[in-house]
């Protein structure tokens, strides 16, 4: 067993009994109310899901295992040569909450390496797609495609898996699938826009380095990958791509079901695929004005133009938060230090600035700050990557990695088969008060 894997054992098996505890003796005690506006209303902010990964404040914003994001950039092992932390050490630090050594890293680094290599059949399937296909699609299919390789599966088909082992096979799944999935994103881009030239993964190199290699990009792309995976990772798990990849692995559906479906929930325009609306959004200013940075006021009638004709602004609002997104201003200082010249990041900046007051004069909007999305696509098309329907692809591999974590304690914890409870409309009337 790897130094991790023994690792996960025992806290697992150290947390198990806090967990039975809860349930046997405090399952009557009520944490929430539920009122009619959440019942209707997407479940808002109802407390129902459990994770130990990462928690969201409203007003600080995401926690990884306790730490804010500048703590984690700071506590995690960071690349000799960049100024990011390894992804690996990352998803060490997700699975355990504690913080690697160089040799946790190495060891992660290692297993990825061991797993790395991509189904021939996944890559004929890829390459049999309608070429318009969107990257999102391709890259749910990809997942899916591989769901024979499950050993979950074949554990539990053997009808000697115990429950308390789900978790064990889980993880063998979880390290496999997370081995695969820079790769299947790089191949994809190459495929759909470099003319299928594709370039030879660099097994030595950590994930974040070897992304950038097959993407073809260089320095200091490869920051710009550890970077955004990290902050992409997780968002606590009532979010629409972690709670899909939770739930449907509540059914017992393998890893590979589960990150297929969460990347389906990421590919909504009001969820991870924001950011590519933001691209093509900026675009259209970008386009009209002829790439002149636009004055505060054509900015401004710019944002209101879009809120007249129906249209949300994409990138700013929140579910849950209710200040700027940590995980923009994370972008942003990238922006301050690597690109601070750049007319996209113009635009974005002049953006934080006008936006937020117009959302509040419109009224609607509960959060009118920025969200990750808003700032995640520039700097993509600062380094060469201009296609930015693949946006949400990169925000895809990022979120694997939480929701990968987050399943395996799932199931080291026997979470069961999630079924909420659904009522009628004449239901909510009567308990309304509302008379016929
Ligand atoms: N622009 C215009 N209107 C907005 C808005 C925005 N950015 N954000 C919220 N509103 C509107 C809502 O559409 C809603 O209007 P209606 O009452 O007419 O339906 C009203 O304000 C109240 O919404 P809310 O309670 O503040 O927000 P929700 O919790 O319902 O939705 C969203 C949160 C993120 C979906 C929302 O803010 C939005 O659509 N933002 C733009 C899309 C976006 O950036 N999505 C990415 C979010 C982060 C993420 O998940 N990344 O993956």
């Given at each position: 067993m790897s130094a991790l894997k023994e690792k996960l054992r025992k806290k697992i098996e150290e947390w198990r009994p806090r967990t039975t505890r809860l349930i046997k003796e405090f399952s009557n005690v009520k944490v929430d109310e539920v009122d009619i506006g959440q019942i209707i209303g997407g479940a808002r902010d109802v407390k129902s899901l459990v994770t130990d990964i990462s928690y969201l404040d409203p007003f600080e914003g995401i926690r990884f295992r306790g730490f804010t994001i500048p703590e984690v950039m700071e506590?995690?092992?960071?690349?000799?040569?960049?100024?990011?932390?390894?992804?690996?050490?990352?998803?060490?630090?997700?699975?355990?909450?504690?913080?690697?050594?160089?040799?946790?890293?190495?060891?992660?680094?290692?297993?990825?390496?061991?797993?790395?290599?991509?189904?021939?059949?996944?890559?004929?399937?890829?390459?049999?797609?309608?070429?318009?296909?969107?990257?999102?699609?391709?890259?749910?299919?990809?997942?899916?495609?591989?769901?024979?390789?499950?050993?979950?599966?074949?554990?539990?088909?053997?009808?000697?898996?115990?429950?308390?082992?789900?978790?064990?096979?889980?993880?063998?799944?979880?390290?496999?699938?997370?081995?695969?999935?820079?790769?299947?994103?790089a191949f994809i881009y190459r495929l759909k826009y470099k003319d299928a030239k594709i370039i030879d993964p660099d097994p030595k190199s950590d994930l974040g380095g070897n992304f950038a290699k097959m993407m073809g990009i260089n320095k200091p792309y490869d920051d710009v990958a550890r970077l955004y995976f990290i902050l992409h990772s997780d968002h606590e798990s009532g979010n629409v791509s972690a709670h899909t990849g939770h739930l449907v692995a509540s059914a017992l559906s393998d890893l590979y079901y589960s990150i297929s479906a969460m990347t389906n929930g990421l590919a909504g325009p009001l969820h991870g695929l924001a950011n590519q609306e933001v691209l093509s959004w900026l675009h259209e200013v970008y386009d009209k004005l002829g790439g002149k940075v636009p004055t505060e006021e054509e900015m401004k009638k710019f944002v209101w133009d879009t809120l007249k004709s129906g249209q949300v602004i994409p990138g700013f609002g929140h579910a849950v938060l209710r200040k700027t997104d940590p995980r923009y201003m994370a972008q942003r200082e990238f922006c301050l230090k690597h690109l601070p010249d750049d007319p996209l990041f113009k635009y974005v900046d002049l953006l934080f600035k006008v936006v937020p007051p117009i959302l509040l004069e419109q009224g609607k909007a509960k959060n009118p700050w920025p969200n990750v999305d808003a700032q995640s696509g520039v700097i993509q098309w600062y380094y060469g990557l201009k296609e930015y329907d693949f946006y949400t692809v990169l925000f895809a591999?990022?979120?694997?990695?939480?929701?990968?974590?987050?399943?395996?304690?799932?199931?080291?914890?026997?979470?069961?088969?999630?079924?909420?409870?659904?009522?009628?409309?004449?239901m909510l009337e009567e308990a309304a008060g509302i008379k016929k």
């Amino acid at each position: 067993m790897s130094a991790l894997k023994e690792k996960l054992r025992k806290k697992i098996e150290e947390w198990r009994p806090r967990t039975t505890r809860l349930i046997k003796e405090f399952s009557n005690v009520k944490v929430d109310e539920v009122d009619i506006g959440q019942i209707i209303g997407g479940a808002r902010d109802v407390k129902s899901l459990v994770t130990d990964i990462s928690y969201l404040d409203p007003f600080e914003g995401i926690r990884f295992r306790g730490f804010t994001i500048p703590e984690v950039m700071e506590k995690l092992p960071k690349v000799s040569d960049g100024e990011m932390p390894y992804v690996e050490g990352f998803f060490f630090f997700l699975l355990t909450g504690e913080i690697p050594s160089d040799d946790d890293v190495k060891e992660v680094a290692q297993e990825f390496s061991k797993r790395h290599i991509v189904p021939k059949y996944v890559i004929d399937i890829l390459k049999a797609m309608p070429v318009d296909s969107h990257p999102m699609v391709m890259f749910s299919t990809a997942i899916l495609s591989m769901q024979r390789e499950s050993e979950f599966v074949k554990e539990y088909n053997s009808g000697e898996l115990k429950k308390n082992d789900y978790w064990i096979p889980t993880y063998e799944d979880g390290l496999n699938l997370l081995a695969k999935i820079p790769g299947i994103a790089a191949f994809i881009y190459r495929l759909k826009y470099k003319d299928a030239k594709i370039i030879d993964p660099d097994p030595k190199s950590d994930l974040g380095g070897n992304f950038a290699k097959m993407m073809g990009i260089n320095k200091p792309y490869d920051d710009v990958a550890r970077l955004y995976f990290i902050l992409h990772s997780d968002h606590e798990s009532g979010n629409v791509s972690a709670h899909t990849g939770h739930l449907v692995a509540s059914a017992l559906s393998d890893l590979y079901y589960s990150i297929s479906a969460m990347t389906n929930g990421l590919a909504g325009p009001l969820h991870g695929l924001a950011n590519q609306e933001v691209l093509s959004w900026l675009h259209e200013v970008y386009d009209k004005l002829g790439g002149k940075v636009p004055t505060e006021e054509e900015m401004k009638k710019f944002v209101w133009d879009t809120l007249k004709s129906g249209q949300v602004i994409p990138g700013f609002g929140h579910a849950v938060l209710r200040k700027t997104d940590p995980r923009y201003m994370a972008q942003r200082e990238f922006c301050l230090k690597h690109l601070p010249d750049d007319p996209l990041f113009k635009y974005v900046d002049l953006l934080f600035k006008v936006v937020p007051p117009i959302l509040l004069e419109q009224g609607k909007a509960k959060n009118p700050w920025p969200n990750v999305d808003a700032q995640s696509g520039v700097i993509q098309w600062y380094y060469g990557l201009k296609e930015y329907d693949f946006y949400t692809v990169l925000f895809a591999v990022g979120r694997a990695f939480g929701v990968v974590a987050n399943i395996i304690w799932d199931r080291g914890l026997g979470y069961p088969l999630e079924r909420p409870k659904s009522v009628t409309t004449a239901m909510l009337e009567e308990a309304a008060g509302i008379k016929k």
